[in-house]
């Protein structure tokens, strides 16, 4: 039977009704942000039945929204705890609440951002938080880019356009360069773009897992010599595995010499920029032809915010652009670029405000001063681990990861479970040169010292508390 009582059309609630709905969302978000540094680093046993229970066809009815948020609360609660500040493992950020305020504000007026005609002063918003990033950076005026949904689309991106402005339409000889430790996406985004395994190349790192600029030049040369066409190289502003800096002037003199577009992924790195000490540890990246960046790690935003830029876009344009009947009415005018030429993204969310507004709120003081905690408590946490003779720590931190061996190395895999299995912090381990390796990577907003203590604690104690062998 209908209840007569329902309102003929729910998907438009009245004014009172929307409000009710909104106060229902926000309570349920205000709960979880408060109890945040009382729930557990992680919690996944028990996740299968909770996960199997959503497991049912769509609902032919509505239900009611605390009915509905009441579902999620058991979801939420059972995983890593990625919002949280014991969240020290692959790399953090932790999603600061402005952005998500943002995000509900541009669903809510669902304007369309895609070309610049049909909301200017929006698009201006957008292209406005490029050229801030862009600037940061120690970009020029004039440079450009596109925010995207994280850093993989960014290398994607960043790749396609190299391609375009570097090599003929059959492109099977370009060569790509970059070191052994960079990220998985980038191989990703070479194979994604057309390019087989033949055309990669992996230069060996230095003993601080840094690209070897003259390993480098030799590769370029010997492959020119068998007629491949070296194109484009691959920097890290920040690698995963340790937070290791490549070379950057270096690399990029090679790339300059050697007719290759540079391209730096500072997807973890990149906004270490914003404080004096980082900004002389990424020296030269301000060269690079593009630049990936991670707004969802280093600003602190969630997921789903990353940023390609670019010294020129119309590097992006050429790679991306195309023109349609269907767009006539909207095709560019002299304002904002029309991003959909500049990625392969028509419709998408509008992405600008999730960085201008935090930005408007809490302005760039507020990050700044975190990301210098950051490097500070890594130093911190590095300082404190290494006097531990049953550690061995990999490296001093070059950015904000702190990565270490149990001794022997074989005890690392149970040091990792017992430190995690207190559930106070959450780290992450990695494998390199067949070695394991634990990282600490402190770079969410909500980690502070009482939180970095108590991680360095239980891996001190931990460690002592293991057995001679597993
Ligand atoms: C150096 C680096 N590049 C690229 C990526 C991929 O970024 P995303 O996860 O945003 O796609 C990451 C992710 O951790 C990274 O650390």
């Not at 060569?175 to 033949?198: C, D, N, Q, W």
């Amino acid at each position: 039977m209908p209840d007569p009582s329902a309102p003929r059309w729910p998907l438009e609630p009245e004014s009172q009704e929307l409000r009710r709905l909104i106060d229902a969302c926000a309570g349920f978000v205000v709960d979880q942000i408060d109890s945040l540094p009382s729930q557990p680093s992680w919690d996944v046993e028990g996740a299968e039945p909770v996960a199997a229970s959503f497991v049912e066809p769509p609902p032919e009815r509505g239900r009611a929204i605390e009915a509905v948020l009441e579902r999620l609360r058991p979801a939420v609660a059972k995983s890593f705890n990625t919002a949280g500040p014991g969240y020290l493992a692959f790399i953090p950020g932790g999603g600061i609440p402005a952005a998500a305020l943002a995000d509900f504000v541009a669903c809510a007026v669902n304007r369309f951002v895609g070309v610049a005609a049909a909301a200017p002063a929006l698009a201006r918003i957008e292209a406005q938080v490029i050229a801030w990033l862009a600037s940061l950076m120690g970009y020029p005026p004039g440079a450009g880019g596109i925010l995207t949904t994280g850093g993989s689309l960014s290398n994607l991106t960043a790749l396609v356009a190299a391609r375009a402005d570097r090599l003929p339409e059959d492109f099977l000889k370009g060569t790509i360069y970059m070191s052994e430790e960079t990220h998985l996406s980038v191989l990703k985004a070479a194979r994604i773009a057309g390019f087989p395994e033949a055309c990669i190349r992996l230069v060996p790192v230095d003993a601080r897992r840094r690209l070897r600029p003259a390993l480098l030049e030799t590769m370029i040369e010997e492959d020119r010599a068998k007629g491949q066409r070296p194109f484009l190289v691959v920097a890290n502003a920040g690698t995963t595995n340790t937070g290791a800096i490549d070379p950057l002037a270096e690399v990029f003199d090679l790339a300059r010499r050697h007719g290759l577009w540079a391209h730096a992924d500072a997807a973890y790195g990149g906004f270490f920029r914003l404080v004096p000490e980082g900004e002389a540890r990424l020296r030269g990246i301000e060269a690079y032809d593009s630049i990936t960046l991670d707004p969802h790690k280093g600003l602190f935003l969630p997921y789903g915010t990353g940023c390609l830029l670019v010294r020129d876009p119309a590097a992006l344009r050429r790679a991306h652009g195309g023109q349609a009947g269907y767009l006539q009415d909207v095709s560019s005018g002299d304002g904002a670029p029309n991003f959909t030429d500049l990625s392969p993204e028509l419709s998408r969310d509008f992405r600008g405000l999730r960085l201008w507004l935090p930005i408007q709120l809490h302005g760039l003081q507020a990050f700044r001063l975190q990301i210098q905690e950051k490097l500070d408590l890594a130093h911190r946490a590095y300082v404190e681990l290494k006097d531990e003779p049953l550690l061995e720590m990999l490296d001093a931190p070059q950015l904000s990861i702190v990565a270490f061996a149990a001794r022997p190395d074989h005890r690392g895999p149970e040091l990792l479970r017992r430190v995690n299995a207190r559930r106070r912090v959450f780290l992450s381990s990695t494998t390199m040169g067949g070695r394991y390796v634990l990282r600490l990577c402190v770079l969410s907003f909500r980690t502070h010292a009482d939180r970095v203590r108590d991680a360095v604690a239980a891996i001190k104690e931990e460690a002592r508390r293991l057995p001679d062998r597993p």
